[in-house]
């Protein structure tokens, strides 16, 4: 199949039409062709198939734009039509792979779409003509030019915008029935490879050229999706208006010797109005009169900002209006910087860091190195979210050359991956595990700064793991699609893809649904407690579920919510925990979840 077969089949599909006017391959008459007219489009499929073709399907810039609900697509008219919500979704599978749904199929698909399915038409709004893109000045004799190459990434952000979704249908429902349609035309890529089985073994001789070009065409960046702010959650501490406070008398508060006196910059965000700390402090007096009054009206005042972001509170002056409010102290921020110089201590000269922690920097005094010494992604990306938690970035922050120096080193491991977004680093059990803490990490990156340098392989990663995911059972485990889930590799990936909203990068909401039905399958109690792989009333794993249920849209008052967290309340925090990295944090995420 060629290439314009492979897009006018997209466009037929979609209903969504493009140009074919006569165009010129020599604006500057500086070649003997000028001119070279379109051929009519191809629907009988004449060449051999290569295995590029089904990933263009996936990962394309012309795939992912026509699968947007526009004014102009043919899927808006479909989606507009008066029928059930089963009838709409056979005729995507008609248009799209030109056979009828099975009933296994159907029934997923149509899960995904009911909800909302009765009102999606929105009634009144003016259709929306879509933008039209128009050639660029760039000819034979100046596409070399580095301002082409300026002019071409341009033109490719803005085809990658696609035409603006139509208002014509409700938002939620539409962005549910574009990654359908997302689906099922990967489900054709992998279909092509069903047919033409023996031809794809006959382009094995030169699969080493392949892959050279698909490593180029998974560059292509991925539209950012449309954020519902309806969808997002706001808390709110609520005041008393005139709280009868009983009056306290002042207090001379001694502090313990403190370790790191330069502490962290939210510290002094705490406003605590003491003495200067030095290596012998003095006696410090603090009014707790009005404190916590002033601190929880700040708190409101500043949640209720309708600027904020999911990553707001990272910033150091939310840090210190928030510490006020909620119990941070200066010992606790002293805690936190001691442990964000240890962490400088311990980077290695790449930008690394290595859970054998044991460097000359620390001399003797190191005791109890870690294993899983080749496992740099992933120690690394730990080292970096501590340091993004605190609010230091690759742009500002004491650490700043920190955080450098280790995204440096995780964009660097990025470019060697054979596959795009493909961050494991090493095969075996750990792999995954490290891709969802690189994942979280470039998310989280790029959410607070919005450099435009991680955003491409932010989302590359990504895509990764929604491709990692077992496209039944709804779980990820030590391999790609593993057929078997693991609770514990499933918590990482599901803080990825949250980490991914919350940065505003797309993450598919099918995607979301179907690790949903693998925690089911894994579930007791009617989602109160969960296991390793199978149904199980087990610490670790019942702490990793229910984190992953908050994420996933359960709030305090679900009742198997309750029941767990009580359950875990009662073991604490070192019993029955394995000895992994992360578990004790989980548990601890989850309690402070439920009672805030």
Same mark, same amino acid.
């Given at each position: 199949?060629?290439?314009?077969?492979?897009?006018?089949?997209?466009?037929?599909?979609?209903?969504?039409?493009?140009?074919?006017? *006569?165009?010129?391959? @020599? #604006?500057?008459?500086? !070649?003997?062709?000028?001119?070279?007219? +379109?051929? &009519?489009?191809?629907? $009988?499929?004449?060449?051999?198939?290569?295995?590029?073709?089904?990933?263009?399907?996936?990962?394309?810039?012309?795939?992912?734009?026509?699968?947007?609900?526009?004014?102009?697509?043919?899927?808006?008219?479909?989606?507009?039509?008066?029928?059930?919500? *089963?009838?709409?979704? @056979? #005729?995507?599978?008609? !248009?799209?792979?030109?056979?009828?749904? +099975?009933? &296994?199929?159907?029934? $997923?698909?149509?899960?995904?779409?009911?909800?909302?399915?009765?009102?999606?038409?929105?009634?009144?709004?003016?259709?929306?003509?879509?933008?039209?893109?128009?050639?660029?000045?760039?000819?034979?004799?100046?596409?070399?030019?580095?301002?082409?190459?300026?002019?071409?990434?341009?033109?490719?952000?803005?085809?990658?915008?696609?035409?603006?979704?139509?208002?014509?249908?409700?938002?939620?429902?539409?962005?549910?029935?574009?990654?359908?349609?997302?689906?099922?035309?990967?489900?054709?890529?992998?279909?092509?490879?069903?047919?033409?089985?023996?031809?794809?073994?006959?382009?094995?001789?030169?699969?080493?050229?392949?892959?050279?070009?698909?490593?180029?065409?998974?560059?292509?960046?991925?539209?950012?999706?449309?954020?519902?702010?309806?969808?997002?959650?706001?808390?709110?501490?609520?005041?008393?208006?005139?709280?009868?406070?009983?009056?306290?008398?002042?207090?001379?508060?001694?502090?313990?010797?403190?370790?790191?006196?330069?502490?962290?910059?939210?510290?002094?965000?705490?406003?605590?109005?003491?003495?200067?700390?030095?290596?012998?402090?003095?006696?410090?007096?603090?009014?707790?009169?009005?404190?916590?009054?002033?601190?929880?009206?700040?708190?409101?005042?500043?949640?209720?900002?309708?600027?904020?972001?999911?990553?707001?509170?990272?910033?150091?002056?939310?840090?210190?209006?928030?510490?006020?409010?909620?119990?941070?102290?200066?010992?606790?921020?002293?805690?936190?910087?001691?442990?964000?110089?240890?962490?400088?201590?311990?980077?290695?000269?790449?930008?690394?860091?290595?859970?054998?922690?044991?460097?000359?920097?620390?001399?003797?005094?190191?005791?109890?190195?870690?294993?899983?010494?080749?496992?740099?992604?992933?120690?690394?990306?730990?080292?970096?979210?501590?340091?993004?938690?605190?609010?230091?970035?690759?742009?500002?922050?004491?650490?700043?050359?920190?955080?450098?120096?280790?995204?440096?080193?995780?964009?660097?491991?990025?470019?060697?991956?054979?596959?795009?977004?493909?961050?494991?680093?090493?095969?075996?059990?750990?792999?995954?595990?490290?891709?969802?803490?690189?994942?979280?990490?470039?998310?989280?990156?790029?959410?607070?700064?919005?450099?435009?340098?991680?955003?491409?392989?932010?989302?590359?990663?990504?895509?990764?793991?929604?491709?990692?995911?077992?496209?039944?059972?709804?779980?990820?485990?030590?391999?790609?699609?593993?057929?078997?889930?693991?609770?514990?590799?499933?918590?990482?990936?599901?803080?990825?893809?949250?980490?991914?909203?919350?940065?505003?990068?797309?993450?598919?909401?099918?995607?979301?649904?179907?690790?949903?039905?693998?925690?089911?399958?894994?579930?007791?109690?009617?989602?109160?407690?969960?296991?390793?792989?199978?149904?199980?009333?087990?610490?670790?794993?019942?702490?990793?579920?229910?984190?992953?249920?908050?994420?996933?849209?359960?709030?305090?008052?679900?009742?198997?919510?309750?029941?767990?967290?009580?359950?875990?309340?009662?073991?604490?925090?070192?019993?029955?925990?394995?000895?992994?990295?992360?578990?004790?944090?989980?548990?601890?995420?989850?309690?402070?979840?439920?009672?805030?």
């Amino acid at each position: 199949m060629t290439g314009e077969q492979l897009v006018d089949s997209l466009h037929v599909a979609t209903g969504k039409g493009f140009g074919s006017e *006569e165009l010129t391959m @020599d #604006g500057d008459a500086k !070649r003997p062709d000028k001119t070279q007219q +379109r051929q &009519d489009p191809i629907t $009988i499929r004449e060449d051999p198939l290569t295995p590029l073709q089904p990933m263009a399907l996936a990962n394309g810039a012309n795939a992912n734009r026509v699968v947007d609900f526009s004014d102009d697509s043919g899927l808006t008219q479909l989606a507009l039509e008066e029928q059930t919500v *089963e009838t709409f979704v @056979d #005729g995507l599978f008609e !248009r799209i792979l030109t056979r009828p749904a +099975r009933s &296994d199929e159907r029934e $997923i698909l149509v899960e995904l779409l009911r909800e909302g399915y009765a009102d999606r038409v929105v009634a009144g709004p003016e259709v929306v003509p879509p933008k039209r893109i128009f050639r660029t000045g760039i000819t034979w004799s100046t596409h070399f030019a580095p301002e082409a190459d300026v002019e071409a990434m341009r033109r490719q952000r803005e085809v990658l915008e696609g035409d603006k979704p139509t208002v014509r249908l409700a938002a939620d429902w539409r962005e549910r029935a574009e990654d359908v349609v997302w689906t099922l035309i990967n489900r054709l890529g992998r279909r092509m490879i069903e047919m033409s089985r023996e031809e794809l073994f006959a382009t094995l001789t030169s699969f080493s050229v392949h892959l050279i070009l698909l490593v180029v065409m998974a560059l292509v960046i991925l539209p950012l999706p449309f954020r519902d702010p309806s969808e997002e959650i706001v808390v709110r501490t609520t005041v008393p208006a005139e709280p009868e406070l009983d009056a306290v008398e002042q207090l001379d508060v001694v502090p313990e010797e403190i370790k790191d006196p330069a502490a962290h910059d939210a510290a002094a965000a705490l406003a605590l109005p003491t003495e200067t700390v030095a290596e012998q402090p003095s006696s410090v007096r603090v009014d707790v009169s009005q404190r916590s009054l002033v601190a929880a009206v700040a708190a409101e005042e500043f949640l209720a900002r309708a600027d904020l972001t999911d990553l707001a509170g990272r910033s150091q002056e939310s840090r210190g209006i928030l510490l006020r409010a909620f119990g941070g102290s200066e010992e606790s921020e002293i805690a936190v910087s001691s442990g964000l110089k240890w962490l400088a201590m311990h980077q290695r000269p790449n930008g690394s860091w290595n859970f054998d922690h044991r460097t000359d920097a620390c001399g003797e005094e190191c005791a109890d190195a870690g294993t899983l010494t080749e496992a740099t992604v992933a120690a690394t990306s730990m080292a970096l979210l501590c340091y993004l938690g605190a609010g230091h970035t690759h742009q500002k922050g004491t650490y700043q050359p920190q955080v450098s120096r280790g995204l440096k080193f995780l964009l660097k491991e990025y470019e060697r991956a054979e596959i795009a977004g493909d961050l494991r680093q090493i095969a075996g059990n750990s792999g995954m595990y490290a891709q969802g803490l690189a994942t979280i990490t470039l998310c989280e990156a790029y959410g607070m700064t919005k450099d435009e340098t991680l955003m491409e392989p932010a989302q590359r990663a990504v895509r990764f793991v929604e491709e990692a995911q077992h496209p039944t059972n709804g779980g990820w485990r030590y391999k790609l699609r593993d057929a078997t889930g693991d609770t514990s590799v499933v918590g990482w990936q599901i803080m990825a893809l949250t980490s991914a909203e919350m940065a505003d990068l797309k993450v598919r909401k099918l995607i979301l649904t179907k690790v949903s039905r693998y925690l089911d399958s894994v579930s007791l109690g009617n989602g109160a407690y969960y296991g390793y792989t199978q149904p199980q009333k087990k610490a670790s794993t019942t702490a990793i579920g229910l984190l992953s249920r908050m994420y996933l849209g359960w709030n305090a008052k679900r009742p198997a919510l309750k029941e767990g967290v009580e359950y875990l309340a009662q073991i604490g925090t070192r019993r029955d925990m394995p000895r992994g990295v992360g578990h004790p944090k989980i548990h601890t995420d989850v309690m402070e979840g439920v009672t805030t």
